[in-house]
C-alpha cells in the first residue's frame, strides 16, 4: 500500500472520515457511532482457507452423520439436520421446513462453499469478478446461517424428550458444537479488504 | 492484540458531500448523477444514497410481524398424540412445561428467545422508525446502539422453531407416541424471518440524516468545509468530540 490514509464512509452513520494503513490486528472505529469502520486481521488469507476447508468438512460430517437417536420400548428412532426438516415437511408443515433446511442446512453450506472459492479464487491475482459476486453471497447467507441457533434448539429438544425416551447424542452434533465456534472464527480471520484488492474491478480500471 | 486506528473525520455525511460508499465492498464512489448513482466501480454492486425505500419496507415488515404475532402465540405449536389422548402446546405452555419438569435455566432461555425477543424487536424498531420519522436528533448512539442490537438478535428467535423440528423428527413412534406440528409453528417463523427482512430493510444511516433536517438526496453539494452540515448530537451526548476524533 503506498496511501498513508484512506478516505471511508461510515457504513453505520455515514460519516466521512479518513483512517490510516491499519497494523495488523488493529481495528478503527467510527468517532461517531462507533461501527467498525476497517478491520486488518492479523492472519493472511491462508489462515481463513484453512479455515474455510475445516468448516467445510465439518459441515459435510454434520449432514450425513446421525444428529441424535433415541431409544424407547425397544424401539430406535435417528435423525440428520435434513431428515429432521424433512420429517416437517411429511408432517404437513412444508413452509417451515423449507426454512429450517434453509437456515440450517443451505445457508451454513453456502456461505463456507462461497468463502472457500473465494479464498481459492484470490490467490492469484488478479482474482476473477466472480470472486467479487460469492463475496456478496456469503455475506448475504451469513445471517441465515443459525448453527449456534440450531445447538440450542437441539439441545432444549433433547431436554424435552430426554423424560420420555433415552436420547443419544450423535457424530452430527459434534460437528455442528464445532462449527458454533469455526464459523465465527472464519469469519473474523477473513479479510474481506484484502479480498477486494485482489479482485479486478467491476469498470475494468486497475489499481 | 494490535491497537485501534485512528479515525479522522472530515466532519460530514458522505451523501452530503456527493460520496457514496459501496455497501458491498465499502468504495467511497463519486456517482456522475445523484438521481442514479450506478453502480460501484470495483465490485460492480448497485449503488444507493440509502437503502431504497428502507422505512416503508421497514414498516411493512414490522407490521405484518406485529399481525402475526397474535396467531405465533395463540396457536398451538405442537401436538402429542398418544395411544390414549392428544395435547397440544403453545409456545407458552411449552415454557410451563420445561419450568415444572425442573429445567427453570432452559424456560428462561426458551421465553427470552421466543416470547420477549420477538415482542422487543417489534417495539424498539418501531420506536427507531417514529423518532427517525418525526426527524429526531437526539440520542443517536443509543438508537444506533439499539438498532444493532435487534439485527444481532433476532436470530435467536428461530430457536423454538428448531426444538420443535428436532421433537417432531424424534418422536414419531406411532401408535405408542407421535408428535406433529401445529399451525403456530408457521406464523411464529414467519414473525420471525419478517423481523429479520426488517432489520434489514432499515438503514441505521436515516438516524443521523435526521439531524441535517434534510434528505440526504435532497442535500445541497456543500462547500468545502461543510460546517453548516456537521450532524450535532443534542444535549444528550455530550461525549461527541468537537473534532470528531477518537483514538
New interface residues.
Given amino acids: 500500500m503506498t496511501r498513508s490514509?484512506s478516505?471511508?464512509?461510515?457504513?453505520?452513520?455515514?460519516?466521512?472520515?479518513?483512517?490510516?494503513v491499519?497494523?495488523?490486528?488493529?481495528?478503527?472505529?467510527?468517532?461517531?457511532?462507533?461501527?467498525t469502520?476497517?478491520a486488518?486481521p492479523?492472519h493472511t488469507l491462508d489462515r481463513s482457507l484453512a479455515l474455510a476447508i475445516a468448516a467445510a468438512i465439518l459441515i459435510v460430517i454434520a449432514n450425513v452423520m446421525p444428529?441424535?437417536?433415541?431409544s424407547?420400548?425397544g424401539?430406535t428412532?435417528t435423525?440428520t439436520l435434513a431428515?429432521?426438516?424433512?420429517?416437517?415437511w411429511l408432517?404437513?408443515?412444508e413452509?417451515?421446513?423449507a426454512?429450517?433446511a434453509f437456515?440450517?442446512v443451505i445457508a451454513p453450506a453456502g456461505y463456507v462453499l462461497s468463502m472457500l472459492m473465494v479464498l481459492l479464487a484470490v490467490r492469484r491475482t488478479p482474482a476473477p469478478?466472480w470472486a467479487?459476486t460469492l463475496?456478496?453471497w456469503a455475506?448475504s447467507l451469513r445471517?441465515?446461517s443459525?448453527n449456534e441457533?440450531?445447538l440450542?434448539?437441539?439441545?432444549?429438544?433433547l431436554?424435552?424428550?430426554a423424560?420420555?425416551?433415552t436420547?443419544i447424542p450423535g457424530i452430527g452434533m459434534y460437528a455442528v458444537g464445532t462449527l458454533v465456534f469455526l464459523l465465527p472464527w472464519l469469519a473474523s480471520t477473513f479479510d474481506?479488504?484484502a479480498v477486494?484488492d485482489r479482485?479486478a474491478?467491476?469498470?475494468g480500471?486497475s489499481r | 492484540?494490535?491497537?485501534?486506528?485512528?479515525?479522522?473525520?472530515?466532519?460530514?455525511?458522505?451523501?452530503s458531500?456527493g460520496?457514496?460508499?459501496c455497501?458491498?465492498?465499502?468504495?467511497?464512489a463519486r456517482p456522475v448523477s445523484r438521481a442514479a448513482p450506478g453502480?460501484?466501480?470495483?465490485?460492480?454492486?448497485h449503488l444507493a444514497w440509502r437503502h431504497e425505500h428502507s422505512l416503508q419496507r421497514t414498516w411493512a415488515f414490522l407490521i405484518a410481524a406485529a399481525i402475526l404475532y397474535v396467531p405465533a402465540n395463540a396457536l398451538p405449536v405442537l401436538t402429542t398424540n398418544t395411544l390414549t389422548s392428544s395435547e397440544s402446546d403453545t409456545i407458552m405452555s411449552?415454557v410451563v412445561?420445561?419450568y415444572t419438569?425442573g429445567?427453570w435455566p432452559?424456560a428462561l432461555?426458551?421465553l427470552v428467545a421466543s416470547v420477549m425477543i420477538p415482542l422487543g424487536k417489534i417495539i424498539a424498531l418501531g420506536y427507531v422508525l417514529v423518532s427517525v420519522q418525526m426527524r429526531s436528533a437526539t440520542s443517536?448512539?443509543q438508537r444506533?446502539?439499539l438498532y444493532?442490537t435487534v439485527e444481532f438478535i433476532g436470530?435467536?428467535s428461530?430457536?423454538?422453531?428448531?426444538?420443535?423440528?428436532?421433537?417432531?423428527?424424534?418422536?414419531?413412534?406411532s401408535p405408542?407416541?407421535s408428535v406433529?406440528?401445529g399451525p403456530g409453528?408457521?406464523y411464529f417463523?414467519a414473525v420471525v424471518?419478517l423481523t429479520?427482512f426488517a432489520a434489514?430493510s432499515f438503514d441505521?444511516?436515516l438516524?443521523?440524516?435526521a439531524a441535517r433536517k434534510t434528505t440526504?438526496t435532497l442535500a445541497p453539494l456543500a462547500a468545502p468545509g461543510g460546517g453548516a452540515l456537521v450532524?450535532r448530537g443534542g444535549p444528550s451526548e455530550p461525549g461527541?468530540?468537537r473534532d470528531?476524533?477518537?483514538a
Fill in positions: 490514509y478516505t471511508v464512509a461510515c457504513r453505520g452513520c455515514d460519516l466521512l472520515q479518513r483512517i490510516p491499519l497494523q495488523p490486528g488493529g481495528k478503527a472505529r467510527c468517532g461517531r457511532c462507533n461501527q469502520l476497517a486488518h492479523a444428529l441424535m437417536s433415541l424407547v420400548a424401539r428412532a435423525t431428515g429432521g426438516a424433512y420429517e416437517m408432517q404437513g408443515s413452509v417451515t421446513a426454512i429450517v437456515c440450517a469478478q467479487g463475496v456478496r455475506e445471517p441465515w443459525m441457533v440450531l440450542l434448539g437441539v439441545l432444549v429438544a431436554t424435552k424428550i423424560e420420555l425416551a436420547v474481506p479488504g477486494w479482485i474491478w467491476a469498470a480500471e | 492484540m494490535g491497537g485501534r486506528g485512528i479515525a479522522v473525520s472530515v466532519e460530514r455525511a458522505a451523501a458531500a460520496l457514496v460508499a455497501h458491498l465492498c465499502g468504495l467511497v453502480h460501484c466501480p470495483r465490485c460492480g454492486e411449552g412445561y420445561l419438569s429445567s432452559l432461555i426458551v443517536n448512539r444506533t446502539r444493532r436470530r435467536w428461530m430457536l423454538d422453531v428448531f426444538v420443535d423440528t428436532f421433537i417432531v423428527a424424534l418422536v414419531q413412534l405408542l407416541m406433529a406440528p409453528v408457521v417463523m424471518v429479520m434489514m441505521p444511516r438516524i443521523w440524516d440526504p450532524p461527541e468530540d470528531g476524533i477518537r
